[in-house]
């Protein structure tokens, strides 16, 4: 059966209506173009699914691996990229990058997430793999409140002559750091925080690891697998956290505006702090590094990169190899009139939530724009081309895919259309695609006709 929610003082009848006119607003009058290039918004959120998906939505409590949504998501200059710019989106507490844009998505490395931490303490601004501008390191708290607030707190400039290898040792962490850079060392440290006893020793670059911050690097519990909460490791904490190239050391840091100790460690990738004064599920935190890089490469900017939309949805990918489109479903509700909602990029497309889930029994429906004024042909501008027995995908962001075959297509007045066989309840599994066709008329700022491809679950 279909899991439809029922329509707050509307029929279904009446929320059809609406649908089909909000299809007015997909389809603006364009000159024809070449389609929109693939997104990397996908591969982006794949990565933060798995750990922060769960967070968002209050379904676990623990410390961010990423952020609650990217900030900024934008193309930054990078010599090896084809074209010289590759797609970055920003989190609190780091950077994701797709460098090399043509290479296997499903490779582990294909979205990375950059040594951001070299580049703040040596001041060596990476423009390419052998591509360096030479800042000053930066004057950014690694720890605690902003730089207005937070006068005490180390920088990543006070590690800049720190990154040496150190001995192996096995006791707590007993050294201090300011903000000037001098390390003194306090018997007391120890005896007050016993669990800084290190548990792991790289010998690559010569650092201990305290067995507080070794925990939370191998860390298990919820993540999110195909829109399921299950039980498995976190992260792999090497290509997430790289190596560490600082000892831990004791600071002093304004948190909140209240000063305490916090003990800090500087990784390639991330920067963790130790909090013993907050609740146990958020003493070890990934520092905000993210927001501390983004504020050194473009506080001074002219123009700062325009912010990304908050993210507040699982993800799902639309894949029609036939026409070429690869890209994001977006989960949409109503208006207040009672209207379907539209997507909030128009490069993506718009999935009722409320309707048939895709994949189950009934008819779950697609909208997606034919152009759009100031961009051209988009996501379903080629949808006519389509034809019977053509396969069209749906997939979450781990992999599961579920595949669905053409068998109809029909085209339809604005205001006469079969709507028990687009909306209606089914025993099957229907996708339907729609979009706009015929003539424009610029009276009403839209076309005629509603153009809808029927498919059905094959696998």
Partial sequence: MSHRKPLTALSLSTF????????????PLVEAGALIPVRPDWSFMEIWE????GLAQGLVQRSWYWGPAPFATFKESYAETPGGLRDVAYYDKGRMEIT?????????????????????ISGQQQLGDYNFQTFQPANVPVSGDGPENNSISPTYASFRNLTGPAARTFGPVNTALDRSGKVTTDPALPERYPDTSSAYYDATLGHNIPAVLWRFMHLQGQITHDHRQVFAPLADWLPTFGLPITEAYWTRSKVGGVEQDVMVQLF?????????SNPPAYQVEM?????????????????????????????????????????IIEFVGQKADGS????????????????????EK???VLAGHLDWFDIGPTVFFNLRKLKSGDLVYVYTSLGTRRTFKVYDTGSYPLNNYPQERIFGDSDQSHLNLITCDGAFNPGSASYNQRLVVYTNLVE
């Avoid at 209506?17 to 997909?26: D, K, Q």
């Avoid at 798995?50 to 998906?53: A, I, L, N, Q, S």
């Fill in 268 to 276: 390639e990738r991330r920067l963790l702090t130790y909090t013993p």
């Fill in 287 to 327: 520092g905000n590094l993210g927001r501390h890089y983004f504020a050194w490469r473009y506080g001074n900017a002219p123009t700062k990169p325009t912010p990304a939309p908050t993210y507040s949805q699982p993800p799902l990918r639309l894949v029609i190899p036939a026409i070429g489109i690869d890209t």
């Fill in 340 to 359: 379907m909602d539209v997507p909030t990029n128009p490069l993506d497309v718009g999935w009722y939530r409320y309707g048939a889930a895709i994949g």
């Fill in 100 to 120: 090399r844009p043509g290479g296997n998505r499903a490779r582990p490395y294909y979205v990375t997430s950059g040594l951001l931490v070299r580049e703040l």
């Fill in 16 to 27: 059809q209506v609406f649908l089909f006119s909000l299809i007015l607003f997909f389809c």
């Fill in 362 to 364: 009934g008819n779950s």
């Fill in 50 to 53: 798995r750990p922060d998906y």
